[in-house]
């Protein structure tokens, strides 16, 4: 397994890899396990003082559920993009948050918007915000941010928020292979579809490179494209993933 965990962190420039020997055959029992896994990682790593920014999802969820009663001082807690959605279904964005904020002792600091706006003029003006300004500085910098993708399937979470028109949706799904913070991504992980992107509230992806920890947790079949275009486009430098992923991706590189 460390040999596997190597040959990632050289293969794609990581710092840290670390690989999940899981053989679920089940996703939510595949998420889980790394959200375990995860949260072990976190009570071994994060130190006095960290400022953590965190994303939400499932996999996120998994993580948060998993975490117990921290022992680290003085840990901040910021959310990594807004939540607010259209529709009834669930990203567990508040969930997340408390989960986090009581087992690191602290007050979350919640982004209490839509992750996309409708339309530039909303976004920009919104964006003026003294408090809202100070809440997207905190995610930019954030020693510690942890992240999933998402894909751009027709069940990915992030289209059933009602984000999205039809058309929208179509682009995106015709340039994009994953998304980080709600911004998409192509191949290479460059800004797939810029007119959204311009539109999104949360941590830029540049910004993600520059992270102390940029944690990626993702595994399963359905989220490969969007982890190989994360790693191609630099965004972590901390991968936390299933075994047969792992074996994929050394594959394709």
């Not at 087992?103 to 409708?118: D, E, K, M, S, Y």
């Not at 015709?174 to 797939?192: E, L, M, N, P, W």
């Not at 830029?204 to 490179?209: G, T, W």
């Not at 520059?210 to 944690?215: A, D, L, T, V």
Request: net charge negative; charged share 25%; aromatic share 8%.
């Amino acid at each position: 397994m460390q040999n596997l965990e190597k040959t990632l962190e050289e293969k794609f420039g990581l710092k840290e890899a670390h690989v999940v020997y899981t053989k679920a055959s089940d996703y939510h029992e595949l998420t889980s396990e790394l959200g375990k896994f995860t949260a072990d990682y976190l009570t071994k790593t994060v130190k006095d003082g960290d400022l953590i920014g965190v994303s939400w999802g499932k996999t996120m969820y998994q993580v948060a559920a998993h975490l117990t009663n921290q022992t680290a001082q003085n840990v901040r807690i910021v959310e990594l993009k807004g939540s607010v959605t259209y529709t009834p279904t669930p990203v567990y964005g508040e969930e997340i948050l408390m989960k986090f904020s009581q087992a690191f002792h602290t007050a979350p600091n919640v982004l209490p918007l839509p992750v996309i706006f409708g339309n530039q003029t909303t976004h920009d003006i919104v964006m003026e915000d003294r408090h809202i300004k100070r809440l997207i500085d905190m995610g930019r910098d954030c020693n510690v941010a942890l992240f999933t993708v998402g894909t751009v399937r027709d069940d990915a979470l992030l289209f059933q928020t009602g984000y999205f028109t039809h058309d929208e949706q179509a682009e995106i799904q015709s340039r994009a292979i994953g998304d980080i913070c709600s911004r998409f991504y192509d191949k290479q992980g460059r800004v797939a579809v810029p007119e959204i992107n311009r539109r999104t509230v949360g941590v830029q992806l540049e910004d993600l490179k520059n992270k102390e920890k940029s944690i990626l947790v993702a595994g399963g079949k359905r989220k490969f494209d969007a982890i190989l275009g994360a790693l191609t486009g630099g965004y972590t430098n901390c991968l936390i993933t299933d075994i047969d992923t792992a074996h994929q991706l050394l594959e394709e590189a």
